[in-house]
């Protein structure tokens, strides 16, 4: 049996690994390489493998550093069978148009740009369009069941096991008897953290000989939930009381279901004011929110019971959908509400107009609840610049600003850690999707198992 790593070799993105077993080849996720021009060239080279040799895919979740590269495998040549559970193969829908308009979008403006430039032509063009992205869909099939084996090909079999991490996420154990050998190879995928509202907590690791793990906090321990919620509902009670909005940056994808759904309970437990007005100004947001409310197979159990009582675990009185641009503009005159929009890094979307309008108001708060890379606005304002740039013009910053740490769908170094001593002292363990800084101090806490780092294109026979 081989293993060959394509993606998430040392870095948090891009993740794509090959098992080449009883002459199937099977690919664990196929996701793009994310942050820096460098990487997203990366994204255009070749796989390092042939797309047209693959039989499966099998995909663990649908953040687009997991799934994001389907449409090109398939415009390459793919035509194998894309497995992977209901929820992700709605959401991965969902990402993967999105990141085509984008690429497209992007295309179109740097033709136009070397036109300006008096080029004659640019050659640029996007990575997969909108109709590469559609066509992949057709892919995928045979959805898996959690723990549940289902046999590919004779003598692999394979489990999803729950990951914990988004909605639909999963680990994948692959079990391959070969020359009579019979060999358990573990995927975590992305692995999340106990205790999180909506999803299950991960599911316990099973026995494996081989272990390839993420490794994105090796190095870190995450802030409590529960004082982070206190946190969440006192900047709201602040803010709302002195008349400002509250501006919370978010990615579209879970952090703002969780906002929902903490809100409502903040209601419920009369710890927010009952008539509180929640604008959730973000289309993808609100379509990932519906997907969230099609799929009650993958809640917790409160979550559950919410939902088998008749309600909705992400619905209450004051709260708007603003699907629309007119809607969405409609909010520059509203005071002492909520908005959350995207993006969470306010490199784009419709918080850059929120903040526009409001970031210059003594009485605004803003609230950060998730991770922002340096150099973008985000960051920019969390580090206390008195003024940014946005749109082109300068704007004070005179809003109250708070970050808020203890969101995360990554697990920590110590849920990582406990993961792993449940795999039960695998022969070798493969880190991977993580900076190498944290790799290494997470493989100095491994003991019995031997432990890898695999470069990009790596190959191992196991
Ligand atoms: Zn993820």
Not at 190 to 204: H, K, N, Q, T, V
Not at 225 to 243: H, K, M, Q, V, Y
Not at 340 to 362: Q, Y
């Amino acid at each position: 049996m081989k293993i060959e790593f394509h993606g998430a070799g040392k870095m948090v993105t891009g993740s794509c690994h090959l098992i080449e077993c009883n002459g199937v080849k099977i690919l664990i996720d196929c996701g793009m390489f994310q942050g820096g021009r460098d990487l997203d060239e990366e994204n255009r080279n070749d796989f390092g493998f042939d797309p047209r040799s693959i039989d499966f895919l099998l995909l663990t979740h649908a953040h687009l550093d997991h799934c994001g590269r389907i449409p090109l495998l398939v415009k390459r040549g793919f035509s194998g069978k894309i497995i992977t559970t209901s929820a992700t193969r709605e959401l991965a829908r969902l990402i993967v148009l999105d990141s085509a308009h984008i690429q497209e979008e992007e295309a179109k403006y740097k033709k136009k740009r070397a036109l300006r430039k008096g080029k004659k032509e640019s050659s640029y063009e996007p990575l997969y369009n909108t109709v590469d992205a559609l066509n992949s869909l057709d892919f995928f099939v045979n959805l898996s069941m959690f723990q549940k084996g289902y046999e590919l090909a004779p003598g692999v079999q394979v489990t999803f096991f729950d990951a914990g991490h988004i909605l639909g996420s999963t680990c994948i154990l692959l079990e391959v008897r070969e020359k009579g050998v019979k060999k358990r190879v573990l995927f975590s995928g992305d692995l999340g953290c106990s205790g999180r509202a909506i999803i299950r907590d991960p599911a316990p690791a099973p026995d494996s000989d081989i272990v390839i793990m993420e490794t994105t906090y090796g190095n870190r321990l995450h802030k409590q939930l529960e004082p982070s919620i206190d946190e969440l509902f006192e900047a709201i009670n602040t803010t709302t009381n002195r008349g400002g909005n509250v501006i919370i940056p978010s990615f579209a994808l879970e952090r703002s279901q969780e906002l929902l759904y903490y809100i409502r309970e903040g209601i419920e437990e009369k710890r927010l004011k009952k008539n509180l007005q929640v604008f959730l100004d973000s289309p993808m947001a609100i379509s990932a929110t519906q997907i969230f409310q099609r799929h009650p197979e993958c809640y917790d159990q409160e979550a559950s019971q919410i939902f088998k009582s008749g309600r909705d675990p992400f619905d209450f009185p004051g709260l708007h959908f603003t699907r629309e641009t007119a809607e969405s503009m409609a909010l520059n005159k509203v005071h002492g509400a909520v908005i959350i929009a995207g993006s969470g890094m306010c490199t784009g979307g419709r918080v850059r107009h929120h903040l526009k309008h409001n970031i210059w108001r003594e009485e605004t708060g803003i609230v950060f609840v998730g991770y922002a890379a340096n150099g973008t606005l985000a960051r920019r304002i969390i580090n206390g610049e008195e003024k940014v740039r946005i749109f082109g013009e300068q704007y004070s910053v005179r809003a109250d600003v708070h970050t808020i740490g203890g969101f995360s769908a990554h697990g920590d170094q110590q849920d990582l850690l406990n993961w792993h001593e449940q795999t039960n002292s695998p022969d070798t363990t493969f880190l991977v999707h993580g900076e190498e800084s944290s790799m290494e101090v997470f493989s100095k806490l491994l003991s019995k198992t031997k432990v890898e780092m695999p470069e990009l294109h790596q190959s191992y026979e196991i």
